[in-house]
């Protein structure tokens, strides 16, 4: 049994080991394009178990070298931990908007409270498809800024039942002017 847990103990820092994570970073940033989702992958669940923010330039450069864009690499770079990243997950809204919020519920898990994605997403909002705009919502409330309030207030009136409940949820996490008297008067 002794042997079985040391065994375990190595293969934990393997997994979490910082130093093979930025190595495998650095051997995806020089792996041709086709031989690159393998490595994206592997690095995606490193960085998901242990975020090692020295990888995101090396994504970058991999994502460079991408021509149709990758889900695996926006995810493993909102994962990275590096918080100067969130303008490149954010760009991706425009063209990947659904790969884009995939990244960035990825990014806000290790970020939560980061008030610079509040306008992005605030104009993003209308853009998205349907389905996907109680997504940009719930991501509202996790980025907690209080000028986002207007548009929690007005999307708690919403037809939607979905995007309706996502408001409620956000504004509760936002707070801000009229927050509580719009809260009170909503039936739900």
């Known amino acids: 049994r002794k042997e079985s847990s040391a065994a375990s103990d190595v293969?934990?820092?393997?997994r979490t080991d910082p130093e093979l994570t930025l190595r495998l970073a650095e051997v995806l940033a020089r792996t041709?394009?086709?031989?690159?989702?393998?490595?994206a992958r592997t690095l995606q669940v490193r960085l998901a178990t242990h975020p090692v923010p020295e990888t995101a330039?090396?994504?970058?450069?991999?994502?460079s070298a991408q021509s149709d864009?990758?889900?695996?690499?926006?995810?493993?770079?909102?994962?990275?931990?590096d918080a100067s990243v969130l303008a490149q997950v954010l760009g991706a809204l425009d063209t990947a908007p659904g790969v884009?919020?995939?990244?960035?519920?990825s990014y806000f898990q290790l970020h939560p409270g980061d008030g610079r994605a509040a306008d992005p997403l605030l104009a993003a909002l209308p853009l998205v498809p349907a389905p996907s705009r109680a997504r940009v919502v719930r991501l509202l409330g996790q980025v907690g800024?209080?000028?986002?309030?207007?548009?929690?207030?007005?999307?708690?009136?919403?037809?939607?039942?979905?995007?309706?409940?996502a408001a409620v949820e956000a504004m509760g996490r936002t707070g801000g002017e009229g927050v509580v008297e719009a809260l009170l008067g909503l039936s739900l």
């Open 11 to 14: 293969y934990k820092r393997q």
């Open 32 to 39: 041709p394009p086709l031989e690159m989702p393998p490595y």
């Open 57 to 63: 330039p090396l994504i970058l450069q991999a994502m």
């Open 69 to 81: 864009g990758d889900h695996t690499l926006l995810n493993a770079l909102a994962l990275s931990g």
């Open 100 to 105: 884009a919020l995939d990244a960035l519920e």
């Open 145 to 165: 800024a209080e000028r986002t309030s207007p548009a929690l207030i007005t999307l708690a009136s919403s037809e939607s039942t979905e995007l309706r409940q």
